[in-house]
Each structure stands twice: as C-alpha cells, then as structure tokens.
C-alpha cells in the first residue's frame, strides 16, 4: 500500500454510537471496537441510507494519530506503535447493500502464543466501489446534471473505524493541560484550546464537557465533544473546542471548568479535568 495522507473525520450519531461518512449515505454500528480480555469475535453492521444500491470494498489498514487528531496512513509502525492487522480475519470482503438494506461484518481475532502485554491498533476501511454500469462515471454524472465534464468531480467516499487489540494489564492516565479562551470574533462566539496529554500503555477515550460558573453561582454548559481519542503511542493531543454560545454574547467573569470522562457506557468515570478563572 502506497503511504499518502489521510484526514479521516468520524461522527457520533445519537445513543446508538452511528457513524456517516461525509457525503455518502453509510452508516455503522458501532465506530469503534476494542478486544479485551478473553474476547475472540465482533462485527460491524454497515446500514445505507440512500436511495440506491452501494457496493463497499473493506480492507484492514495501519494509520498513525497526528497531534491535532488527523490520521495518517502508514506502512510501518514506528517507536510504540503496534498494528493489530496480523491477529485479524474478517468477512465478507466486499458488499452491495440494497437501499434502507444493512449488511453484518463478522471480526475474529488470533493471538499469538506470547504475546506481549500492550495495545494494538489497526483500522477497517470501507471504500466505497463505483458502479460497474459506469453510472458513476464523470461523462455519465455530467450529463444527468447537465454539466461540462471538465468540472464535474464525484468522489468515492469511504470511512473507516479502530479496531483495537489488548493484551494483559494495560492502563493509561490523562491529564487536561494549557486550557486558554480564544477571543470571540463577527462570526464565532470563542474557542477552547487546551491539551490532553497521556501516559500509559493504552489509548484515552472519552467525552468533553466544559461548563461556565458565574460569579453569581449559574453553572452553564459551553461547549462538549463526544468519542475524543488520543491513541498509543501519542502522548498527547491538541483540541479546539467551538463555544456553544449565542452569536454576538461572551462570556462574562467567572469560572470555565473542563472535564474528561469516560463515554457512558464505559462508566463514565472522570478522567482528568482542569479550570480556568476570566477575571
């Protein structure tokens, strides 16, 4: 496989953990799987929400969390990286999934006499194929559309989602670092910068929360993200979080507290937090 860069972006959708890809009418369940202790299988059920028939070709691939958040696919792991593609065997390999129709990915897992306690990460990638007819064709789009070919772009969209691997005693510490209020601007009420830094041997995954204490006692919510990773071997991440506020309001003097914790349904135990005093 050919090592370029690639910017996955991943949505949570509602309780149920959905995930769309960008412009494409897919949607899986669930985004994120993790083998733990003595678990061997698992599956991914691939819904599409379109109106017409996609086929997806699936593929297991290696990519490396940049400091933002962004992937980059690799070929090689590099100091603390471990891929988990080896140990993995999945079915089918590729799939047509009717409209409103879903379409069930089985996961088995082999691990190694000996393996050394650690995590392990690879992604499966979902590729959308374009259609044999040549429906999907540039010619063919431009002449439904009535547009020139010349500027007429239809893009296969895909998306993909970690499959982590853990093997013996793994655990990992957070702690939420240089937290700062960008000013408000015409178009945007603030942002939160700050870091999430890690240490351990396994990945930090968890929600966001940041909420505003007047000097007057009323407590507010500001601004959340949901499903936030920082993977083995980064040791730590840098997030930007929008405000959540009415446009043209700032906030006033008081307290913005941040906290991280664990997604619900693995407890939702707080990981880490921090604060920030605005005079």
């Known amino acids: 496989m050919r090592a370029k860069t690639k910017f996955i972006r991943l949505a949570a959708l509602g309780l149920l953990l959905l995930a769309r890809a960008a412009q494409a009418d897919l949607m899986l369940f669930p985004t994120r799987i993790v083998f733990d202790k003595q678990q061997r299988a698992a599956q991914v059920e691939l819904m599409n929400q379109g109106k017409t028939p996609e086929t997806y070709r699936i593929n297991l691939v290696n990519r490396r969390m940049g400091p933002n958040g962004e992937f980059i696919a690799i070929d090689a792991p590099g100091p603390g990286e471990q891929f988990a593609d080896a140990m993995l065997r999945y079915s089918p390999r590729q799939v047509t999934i009717p409209p409103g129709g879903s379409q069930i990915v089985r996961i088995l897992l082999r691990k190694p006499d000996e393996l050394a306690i650690g995590e392990y990460r690879s992604h499966l990638q979902f590729d959308r194929v374009a259609e044999a007819s040549g429906n999907s064709s540039v010619e063919d789009v431009a002449k439904r559309e009535g547009k020139d070919v010349g500027i007429v772009i239809q893009a296969l969209v895909g998306a993909s989602i970690p ?117």
Do not use: C, M, W
Not at 172 to 192: D, H, I, M, V, Y
Not at 235 to 259: D, E, F, I, W, Y
């Open 163 to 279: 499959v982590i691997v853990r093997q013996g005693e793994t655990h990992a510490k957070a702690e939420l670092s240089e937290l700062a209020l960008q000013p408000a601007s015409a178009t945007s009420p603030g942002t939160l910068s700050f870091q999430i830094k890690r240490e351990g041997n396994r990945s930090l995954y968890g929600d966001l929360l940041a909420t505003f204490t007047t000097t007057a006692g009323v407590t507010f919510e500001v601004a959340r993200a949901g499903g936030v990773a920082v993977y083995v071997p980064n040791a730590a991440r840098r997030v930007q979080l929008p405000l959540q506020l009415p446009s043209g309001n700032a906030l006033p003097a008081g307290t913005l507290k941040l906290a991280l914790r664990e997604r619900p349904e693995a407890g939702g135990k707080l990981l880490a937090e921090t604060s920030l005093a605005l005079p």
